[in-house]
């Protein structure tokens, strides 16, 4: 499984970002979603989405992120709006693949988002 992410960059408060995440895989995708992991802090989860586009969110992001699904291209996106320097983060994506009757979890190499006053 390759999971290639994109779309972090530099951005001022207030401003968008999206984030992309292909996965290439021959098994079945389970739930995706996106976690971020501040310098010093813990890995946190941001939002998944199921199968069935099932969403969920961190209370923190709730109202400003949005997560979807392309279901053919097996590709997550985040929507960021109104980004609050406390988002600065690395964002990673974090894809389910279904491998007989086990999913097996993996994570993309990680982009960098960083909003400037």
């Known amino acids: 499984v390759q999971l290639v992410e994109s779309g972090g960059g530099l951005v001022q408060a207030g401003g968008s970002l999206r984030l992309s995440c292909a996965a290439s895989?021959?098994?079945?995708?389970?739930?995706m979603g996106w976690y971020r992991q501040a310098p010093g802090k813990e890995r946190e989860l941001v939002a998944t989405?199921?199968?069935?586009?099932?969403?969920n969110y961190a209370d923190s992001v709730k109202g400003r992120f949005t997560i979807s699904r392309d279901h053919v291209k097996n590709t997550v996106y985040l929507e960021m709006n109104n980004l609050k320097t406390e988002d600065a983060s690395v964002y990673y994506c974090?894809?389910?693949?279904?491998?007989?009757?086990?999913?097996?979890?993996?994570w993309g190499q990680g982009t960098q988002v960083t909003v400037s006053t």
């Open positions: 974090n894809v389910g693949v279904l491998v007989g009757v086990e999913v097996i979890n993996y």
């Open positions: 895989t021959r098994f079945i995708v389970a739930d």
């Open positions: 989405i199921s199968r069935v586009d099932n969403s």
